[in-house]
């Protein structure tokens, strides 16, 4: 039963609660030595989306997928390329749309459900090579989006798929948007929602008519915002339907290959839901890891310039946790 026993040894000592463990990674965290090389890959809609390389001709890529509000500069994702290069992967980082400095060009924006760009990034990445082994890996909402993936294509899944990887994710999205309101949380909330007022007040300027901003002063919990903003935005009827249609959880039963997910049991921005534990220990592909700390895309560890997650991803791309 692929429930495995984890091996972090914790953060370091003054990172002594979730909070911290999520909060200071984020800040103050670098990464040295990555120098992308940018490509702008038009999409099926006219629209686009920048994909970062790390490109040596190796036969096995990595496709790496941001968090909320991220992009292929963060500090997780970085780590985690240099990382992969090193143990000779190509690594392709996307940026999901309007993520890498640029606007988009369409009305929708990205979300935690949709799997279309990924697929096309995909599509895109064997086009140019011919990859024989692919690893999909996402961190927070980006491996929601893998998995969601993973478990929606299922048996037709590309061979060249090997493997998914998934760090800290909100697999069941509802009950991370409850989790967002807790007044503990509020520096998330709120860091999260000036940034994704700033952009849906673009696309209200850009497509005049189609969102009314005066729904703004009827925002009181993340629920709201998903109702009138997010759920429109992105094609859905309203933020039970988002929630519904974008929770991986409800698709990962249908996973075809082996694939980790690693969710810290102080993470404060998930639940216990997100944490599938009985869905693991029936899924002859599910590789569950919940270690008592590590935050939210943090799994720091003492005098070690990568992440247990990043060192943990690796192990699972090349097979070494399969037997535990």
Known sequence: MPVIHTAYPGAPAY???GHLQTIIPSLTRRVEGVAYDRERLTLSDDDFVDLDWLRQTNDKLLILTHGLEGDSHRQYIMGTAKLFAQANYDVLAWNCRSCSGTMNKAFRLYNHGEIGDLGEVIQYALRVH?????VLMGYSMGGNIILKYLGVHGATLHPSIKRGIAVSSPTDLGASARLLDRPGNRFYRNRFMKKLVRKVAQKAIQFPGRLDMANLRRVRQWRDFDNFFSAPVNGYRDADDFYEQASAV???????????????QNDPLLSPE?????????HPMIFLETPTSGGHVGFMVSRDLHTYAERRALAFAQGSLDQQ
């Open 250 to 264: 409800l698709f990962m039963p249908a996973i075809p290959v082996p694939v980790l997910l690693l969710n810290a």
């Open 274 to 282: 997100c944490s599938p534990a009985d869905l693991a220990e029936t």
């Open 15 to 17: 990172q002594y609660n």
């Open 130 to 134: 011919s990859y024989r082994e692919i």
